[in-house]
């Protein structure tokens, strides 16, 4: 049998018999399993889908025996605040659907194609560090914890380098001073919340200006001199 389409899963059961009259008939049966196609979602590779905010999604589906893209399957996704199912698109010649979405509540977003359902994206309110790329050894930085959305966050667990340095105040903030330059890693982390991590350079302290008594001196050598 070749070129078999199938509209469901499960198994195709089938029997051959004479073609004409007096041929010689010969009873066989046999059974075909029908399959799912292969289910790729390409981005996000966390999957995982950020509350409040565009999402761009994509997936491959392709074929389970040939790994060969599987062209004009419809795509439907179902999300905690939409009412059934809902169509975005259907695969390209690559066996590919690229769509966006702005989720509206957190949950999951489920994801079909011709009907079944193929995985799921988890939605979360994320987290985001909000502290200058670069820093200067020796001196108070703060550090404040938003959502991605720009809300503080009250109760965060901030950590550099894996050392926690304490939690967020009621305007998301919290002090820290570095002790040498370097590369720090910066992660917040509160229960319900996708965590935030965030690279940040420590650059070596800048040098003083000369104090009163520097230039207090200077002067009085040039007096002198005159």
Do not use: M
């Not at 905690?80 to 702005?102: A, Q």
């Not at 992660?187 to 230039?215: N, Q, R």
Request: charge should be negative.
């Amino acid at each position: 049998l070749t070129n078999v389409t199938a509209i469901a899963v499960g198994n195709i059961t089938f029997e051959f018999k004479a073609e004409a009259a007096g041929s010689v008939f010969v009873k066989a049966e046999g059974k075909l399993e029908v399959t799912t196609p292969s289910v790729e979602i390409i981005e996000p590779k966390e999957k995982i889908a950020f509350l409040g905010e565009e999402n761009l999604i994509t997936i491959k589906v392709k074929h389970p025996l040939t790994n060969k893209g599987c062209q004009g399957l419809d795509v439907e996704i179902e999300t905690p605040s939409s009412n059934g199912r809902v169509y975005v698109g259907e695969t390209d010649e690559n066996g590919e659907l690229l769509f966006g979405i702005i989720p509206l509540q957190t949950g999951k977003i489920k994801i079909y194609v011709e009907g079944e359902e193929v995985g799921s994206i988890e939605i979360w309110i994320g987290l985001k560090i909000v502290v200058p790329s670069e820093i200067e050894a020796g001196k108070e930085t703060t550090i404040l914890v938003t959502t991605r959305g720009g809300k503080p966050i009250e109760g965060a667990t901030v950590k550099v380098d894996g050392e926690t340095i304490g939690t967020t105040n009621e305007n998301g903030e919290i002090k820290y001073k570095p002790k040498e330059a370097k590369t720090i890693t910066i992660t917040a982390e509160k229960t319900g919340y996708y965590s935030a991590k965030k690279t940040v350079e420590v650059e070596k302290a800048a040098e003083g200006a000369p104090g009163f008594e520097l230039i207090g001196f200077c002067i009085a050598l040039s007096l002198i001199h005159i």
